[in-house]
C-alpha cells in the first residue's frame, strides 16, 4: 500500500463510451499526476496538478480530460477513445517541487481496454 | 532531464548483491539521481535518490562516483520479489516531470 488508491483496477470501454478514473492519495501530498504506459513503452507523464491548478499537460488529445477538485481526488475523464489508448493508467502523488523530497508515490493503476 | 543509460537486462542470484550500474554523463549540478522499481503490473516504487553522497535506506544503497557522472544501485540481499523492472533518472527538486526510460530489467534466480 503505497497510500494512493485507483479505481477501477480494470476497466474495459467501447469507442463510444464515456467513462472516468477515479484516483485518492492519503498522504497529504500537493501534486498529483497521470501516467500512461503502453505496452512495452515506457511510462508516458499525461497530466500533472499542483495545488489543484494543472501545471503540465503533455500534448495529451482532448479525448483524456483530467479533473482535479481538490489535493486528494484526481480524475481522468474519458471519451471517444480509440483501441491504440488501451494501456495501464498510472496515478501518482508527490509533496510537491521545491520540497524537500519529491519523490513520487504511485497508485497500483488501471488497465484499460478500448474495443 | 538529463539521459540516463542502463542495460536493458541482468540476471542475480537469490541471497546475493546484485548491483545495478547507471551513467548519466551530462547530468547537471542541480539534478538528482533516483531510483524507482516497477513489479510487473504494478505502479513502480520509489527505491532512493541521492546527489552527491552515498546513501542508504532499509531497501537499497546508492553509489555516486565523484565526478557524478554515473552510479549504482545496490540490493545487498537480493530476493525472488526483487524481480523488477529498475528506472534510473536524473531530475532536480523543482522537476515534476520524472523521465522514466526502458530501465534495466533484473531477474532475481532461485
Known amino acids: 500500500e503505497t497510500g494512493v488508491t485507483q479505481t477501477p483496477r480494470h476497466l474495459v470501454m467501447g469507442m463510444t463510451n464515456k467513462k472516468s478514473l477515479k484516483c485518492e492519495q492519503h498522504?497529504?501530498?500537493?501534486?498529483m499526476y497521470w501516467y500512461k504506459q503502453s505496452a512495452k513503452k515506457p511510462l508516458e507523464l499525461m497530466f500533472v496538478y499542483s495545488l489543484e491548478e494543472r501545471v503540465e499537460n503533455n500534448s495529451v488529445p482532448s479525448r483524456f480530460s483530467p479533473e482535479c477538485p481538490n489535493s486528494s481526488h484526481l480524475f481522468l475523464h474519458l471519451h471517444t477513445l480509440q483501441p491504440e489508448d488501451s494501456a495501464l493508467y498510472l496515478c501518482?502523488?508527490?509533496?510537491?517541487?521545491?520540497?524537500?523530497?519529491?519523490?513520487?508515490?504511485f497508485g497500483p493503476g488501471t488497465r484499460l481496454t478500448v474495443l | 532531464d538529463a539521459k540516463t543509460t542502463q542495460p536493458p537486462s541482468m540476471d542475480c542470484a537469490e541471497g546475493r548483491a546484485a548491483n545495478l550500474p547507471c551513467n548519466h554523463s551530462?547530468?547537471?549540478?542541480?539534478?538528482?539521481v533516483y531510483w524507482y522499481r516497477q513489479i510487473h503490473s504494478q505502479g513502480p516504487q520509489y527505491i532512493i535518490h541521492g546527489l552527491k553522497n552515498n546513501e542508504t535506506n532499509e531497501m537499497a544503497s546508492l553509489i555516486i562516483t565523484e565526478d557524478r557522472k554515473s552510479s549504482t544501485l545496490i540490493l545487498p540481499h537480493a530476493t525472488l520479489r526483487d524481480t523488477a523492472v529498475y528506472y534510473c533518472?536524473?531530475?532536480?527538486?523543482?522537476?515534476?516531470?520524472?523521465?522514466f526510460g526502458a530501465g534495466t530489467t533484473v531477474t532475481v534466480r532461485a
Open positions: 498522504l497529504g501530498h500537493n501534486a
Open positions: 533518472i536524473a531530475a532536480s527538486r523543482n522537476d515534476y516531470k520524472l523521465s
Open positions: 551530462t547530468i547537471s549540478g542541480n539534478e538528482y
Open positions: 501518482a502523488s508527490s509533496q510537491g517541487s521545491g520540497s524537500r523530497d519529491n519523490e513520487q508515490f
